[in-house]
């Protein structure tokens, strides 16, 4: 039964715990080698004296060189292999956290992600996954280097003399007290330097993106001093975060080494046979050796606090995203045509004042091209996003037989969509269409004219188009978008725009195949332009307050004003033609 999810840090570590086991078993064979150090570095000094003394011999300290050596490589032994495991430890939680948060990322709506200023959210994001991996990374390494270690050193120290640990162990619990109460601001100091790093790298990337149009406008100078602000805030707290986490190690380790003192004066009335034991050279090198170490690490452990405080602040963040991915899903195979039918369809932006359609109800058969206009800014582009269901919308939307959104059948298989925004990627042509599906993509090409165009390319069809296809016209990205959501056998194809950009001969050109080739599907149409609109089988008109109609060119023609109006105007300048 499983008890946490991956919004829970247990899931993690339960999820790497063969590494974990590993990790466990050379951490401990390490830390409890470790005081062989101490010890063998306390008979080496008594060897020596009794050499000095001639109750041993230089080949009694050569038995005991090699056997040191030995133990040592022993124990460094265990200690690479948990160091290695340890990071393969870090490495795939970082890789699970990580992937969740893209596939969060990329399941959320397009709408919240512009709202949320994505380049300073990954931004942040990712380096608190980075901090809140170093964190579990840190705590599992000193749960032995630390913990396991220390507890070795302390029943050395009580062997040796149980008075004496008694009254030196009480300062390196001190230093432990100050780190714990200075966690906060360490903590708090740190949740500020991250984010005015995540503002920087928001500014950063606004200055690169809108560079061009700051220079033709003249406002690159303003803009400099918006980001040098940025600079010099992102510095200060980065300063003051710094100083905070690094400058405390120090008086941690005075604190916790003051019990040294102590050490070398009961040690050594010890040695003189005045103290509460008898020691010999051995004993006390010993002791004073395991102390000095568990001493030292009782300061990384303040450190440690700090790194978990702050991986705690990190993950705080970093949560709700972890916890709200859900696995993506395979891909789905595309559905068999069927027939689409909406009944009382509305939408309202959250926090608009009215709804952008209500009410609005039709059907179509495949086959079927249905155009849909309307004044500018009345909600094409959101009419023709509802079929992707990405927001919850009234009404119903039939398939088929299949419900599409509010919680009903995700459209997968079903819709296909061209946007606005041709949404195209650093790759080549054939790639942007292909989306790794296989098949020839030339039959597509000539259906959207762009064959002559990628004929003249350096390297046709393999020739990268640049990030966002940059390298390419308008009209190319346009037909390039086009060309991927024809090839993708979807029933239902949402195209917004798609002939914005290109000239009228060839908007009628790929209308012509549309019409021909893609008689099993349905296609909704978006469209500014009316020209094609006598030919489309039904015409849906969007007043822009809400209300709508649903009829055939020529019957929205003659019974609808605004439309009639547009139309003409259109027809007039040579952009529009009865059929
Ligand atoms: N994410 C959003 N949140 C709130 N309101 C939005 C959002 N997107 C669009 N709108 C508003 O909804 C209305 C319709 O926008 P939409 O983009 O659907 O119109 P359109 O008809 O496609 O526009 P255009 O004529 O420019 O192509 C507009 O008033 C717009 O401001």
């Known amino acids: 039964m499983k008890r946490f999810g991956p919004g829970s840090v247990r899931y993690y570590f339960y999820h790497e715990k063969k590494l974990l ?104 994001v990712i380096s608190d996954i980075d901090t809140c991996v170093e964190g579990m990374r840190k705590f599992t390494t000193e749960i032995f280097d630390t913990g396991v270690v220390m507890a070795a050193y302390v029943v050395m120290l009580v062997w040796y003399d149980w008075r004496l640990t008694l009254c ?3 300062f390196p619990p001190i230093a432990y007290a100050l780190a714990n109460s200075l966690r906060r601001l360490v903590a708090v100091t740190a949740a500020r330097s991250k984010e005015s790093s995540g503002a920087l790298s928001g500014m950063t990337l606004d200055r690169i993106s809108n560079a061009l149009t700051y220079r033709v406008y003249g406002e690159e100078a303003i803009q400099d001093q918006r980001y040098e602000g940025y600079l010099a805030d992102y510095e200060k707290k980065m300063i003051l975060a710094n100083l905070w986490e690094n400058t405390l190690q120090p008086i941690y380790k005075v604190i916790a080494m003051i019990g040294t003192m ?22 006390f090198s010993t002791y004073l050796a395991c102390f000095i170490k568990l001493a030292t690490k009782s300061s990384h452990a303040a450190k440690l606090f700090n790194a978990i405080q702050k991986a705690q602040v990190s993950w705080q963040r970093i949560q709700p995203h972890l916890q709200a991915a859900t696995e993506l899903p395979d891909p789905v195979p595309p559905a068999a045509p069927a ?138 990205q346009a037909r390039i978008a086009l060309a991927r959501s024809l090839f993708h056998p979807r029933p239902l194809l949402i195209l917004d725009d798609p002939f914005a950009a290109v000239d ?11 019409r021909q ?22 015409v849906i008109w969007l007043n822009g307050d809400g209300t709508s109609v649903v009829a055939t060119h020529e019957a929205l023609y003659a019974s609808c004003p605004a439309y009639r109006n547009l139309y003409d105007l259109q027809h007039a300048q040579g952009g529009a033609h009865h059929a």
């Open 339 to 476: 027939a689409l039918t909406v009944r009382h369809l509305s939408f309202t932006y959250p926090g608009s004042d009215g709804p952008i359609f209500q009410d609005l109800s039709f059907s179509a058969r495949p086959g079927t091209i249905i155009g849909i206009t309307g004044p500018v800014a009345c909600g094409k582009s959101t009419l023709g996003q509802a079929f992707l269901c990405e927001n919850p919308h009234g009404g119903q939307i039939f398939f088929g037989a299949k419900e599409l959104g509010n919680g009903h059948t995700a459209p997968d298989g079903i819709v296909g969509y061209c946007g606005h925004d041709a949404e195209l990627f650093a790759a080549t042509v054939e790639e942007n269409i292909r989306l790794g599906l296989s098949g020839d993509i030339a039959p597509v090409l000539k259906k959207v004219c762009m064959d002559e165009d990628c004929a003249t390319f350096p390297m046709g069809i393999e020739t990268p188009i640049g990030e966002s296809g940059q390298r390419l016209s308008g009209g190319q």
């Open 504 to 514: 009228m001969a060839t908007e009628r050109k790929i209308f012509t195949s549309l």
């Open 517 to 538: 080739d893609y008689s099993d599907r349905i296609i909704l149409l978006i469209s500014h332009r009316l020209s094609l609109f006598p030919n489309l089988d039904q």
């Open 21 to 124: 086991l590993i990790v466990t078993l050379s951490g401990i064979l390490y830390n409890v080698g470790m005081i062989a150090g101490p010890w063998f570095d306390g008979q080496l000094a008594q060897y020596l004296y009794d050499i000095f003394g001639g109750t041993r011999t230089a080949a009694d300290m050569y038995a005991l060189c090699l056997c040191y050596a030995l133990v040592i490589l022993g124990v460094q032994g265990a200690r690479y292999v948990k160091r290695l495991y340890v990071r393969k430890f870090a490495n795939n939680i970082s890789l699970s956290m990580k992937d969740r948060l893209y596939q969060h990322l990329v399941q959320t709506p397009k709408r919240d992600m512009e709202q949320a200023d994505t380049g300073a959210l990954m931004t942040k």
């Open 168 to 170: 030196v162990l009480v």
């Open 262 to 283: 102590l050490v070398i004066w009961f040690g050594g009335r010890n040695v003189l046979g005045t103290g509460w034991e008898s020691w010999d050279i051995a004993a």
